[in-house]
């Protein structure tokens, strides 16, 4: 499959089967691969395993979490990247706070 990527041009190609129900192919199943183009255009698989894994695309880590999969700035998983809903939930929250106190100074 990684084939078809590499001829569509894709710089860099992310694999995230939770399940493990991929093929066994390649030494899989495994819940997270990454590949790379190379300088020939290959894909070429430059991780292989439960994660976590970086992406030099995204400059951001990937973080297997059950069948989530997260992204992050930190290996470790700090300053993860929002989720649109995670977004929209703050923001909706920032926006309740700041309504709560233009009405709390009104009096």
Avoid at 17 to 38: E, I, M, N, Y
Avoid at 77 to 98: D, S
């Amino acid at each position: 499959v990684h084939e078809r990527y590499a001829a569509m041009g894709t710089r860099e190609l992310v694999v995230f089967d939770p399940l493990l129900a991929g093929p066994k192919s390649l030494g899989g199943p495994v819940s997270l691969q990454v590949w790379r183009r190379d300088a020939l255009g290959a894909l070429d698989r430059v991780y292989f395993g439960p994660g976590p894994a970086h992406s030099e695309v995204l400059n951001a880590w990937l973080l297997p979490e059950g069948n989530l999969l997260a992204i992050a700035g930190e290996h470790s998983g700090e300053r993860r990247w929002q989720t649109i809903e995670e977004r929209e939930r703050a923001a909706r929250i920032e926006l309740e706070r700041r309504v709560a106190e233009f009405e709390r100074q009104r009096g």
